[in-house]
Each structure stands twice: as C-alpha cells, then as structure tokens.
C-alpha cells in the first residue's frame, strides 16, 4: 500500500465505523470502581497501539501527539504519514471512539429534504420489526434520532446501556449488540453504523416518499 494512501485509510475506517463504538471484550468497567483508569497518556499509548497493531500493520506508524480529557473521555491527537486525526477512547481504555469523520459530507448525505411523513416512515420501521440499538451518550445515536425530529418518539428505540450500572443490558446482550448505532432488520440481520432515511428505506422496505 502506498504510504501517501494510508492517512485516507485511517479516515475511511472511521467512516465505515462513524459512531460506532468498536467493543474490546465490553464488560462493567471494574477499573473504574476500583480507582484504577488509565492516565490520558496510557489510554493514549493504548490506542495508537491498537492502531498500529490491528489497522495499519506495519504498513507505516501512527505517532501520539497528545492526549487530553474531553466530556468524560480522552480524546487522542496522533499523527499518521503529516495527517491529523483524532479519535476518543475511554478512561478504562476498553471502547474506541473513532472521530475521523467528514461532517460536510454526512449532512450532504442527510441533507435537510426528509420526508413529508417522518412519523408513518418511523411507525412503519416499527411494524416491519427494526429494533434501533443505541446509548445515551453515543453522538451518532443522536444524530440517527435528529433525522426522525418529532416522529422520533415513534422510533422502535432501545437503549443498551443501564445508567446506574453502566452495564450493557440483558436484552442489548442477548441480542449480540457489540457496538452502537446497531439496527436489527426485520430478517434479524444486525447491522451497524449511523445509516441515512435514505438507507433505512432500503433495509426496511418501509418508503419515505
């Protein structure tokens, strides 16, 4: 692989997997009510580590250049090949958070042209049987829920993560949910990744004209 080529890989792996939370082994995060998170630099060398290991391969080197908290998390700076990017991690460094997203692209893509009848689209996912797996604080779990504006209320939603515990729920388990926004189609095929009316329409049958 071209070397020129491999930031753009990077970015196109954080597209494919926009807002998806990629789980390593989710479990209740024991680190935390045992006082033992990470320092934003362990969480920080953790996840240029996971890079270099599982997504570029020798291929070239991702550099940290730094890690600092933000809303809770750490968010990690690093440098591949001159690119910047930036991704989140926990502070029990067990869920990545890629970042590397276009936003103009994604509204392009959303656009402001919804449908006439954003409620019957959002009742028909229902009826057809779609379960939107998601979590409070996942960001593109509320940007899939922005599209539906007030019809969301109708969205066959269900939320994965219990608040007291912050453990994934029995069901979201039972479900095999291993990352967030996940849809369940009405043949029970999950898929994952914040996903456009457009797109819905398509893995529903559900029209939105």
């Known amino acids: 692989m071209n070397n020129k080529l491999i930031p753009i ?8 997997i926009a807002g ?12 935390a009510e045992q006082g033992k998170l990470l320092s934003s630099q362990e969480a920080g060398e953790k996840l240029i580590n996971f890079i270099n290991n599982n997504i570029l391969q020798e291929q070239t080197k991702a550099s940290l250049i730094e890690a600092v908290e933000e809303n809770g998390l750490y968010k990690v700076k690093f440098d591949v090949e001159g690119e910047e990017v930036e991704w989140h991690i926990t502070k029990d460094g067990e869920i990545i958070l890629p970042q590397a997203i276009d936003l103009t692209e994604v509204e392009a893509e959303t656009g402001s042209d919804q449908p006439a009848s954003l409620e019957e689209f959002a009742k028909c996912l229902t009826e057809k049987g779609m379960k939107f797996y998601g979590a409070e604080w996942c960001s593109w779990c509320k940007k899939e829920k922005e599209l539906f ?3 969301v209320q109708y969205l066959p939603y269900i939320e994965c993560v ?3 515990s912050d453990e994934l729920t029995a069901e979201c388990q039972e479900a095999g949910i291993s990352s967030f926004p996940t849809w369940q189609l009405p043949n029970g095929e999950l898929v994952s990744g914040f996903k456009t009316l457009e797109e819905l329409s398509e893995l529903s049958g559900c029209s939105i004209q």
Do not use: F, R, W
Not at 9 to 16: E, F, P, T, W, Y
Not at 20 to 31: A, D, F
């Open 162 to 164: 219990d608040e007291e």
């Open 20 to 31: 998806v939370i990629v789980y390593t082994n989710y479990q209740k995060p024991l680190e």
């Open 9 to 16: 890989a990077i970015i196109i792996v954080g597209v494919l």
């Open 149 to 151: 504006a007030e019809a």
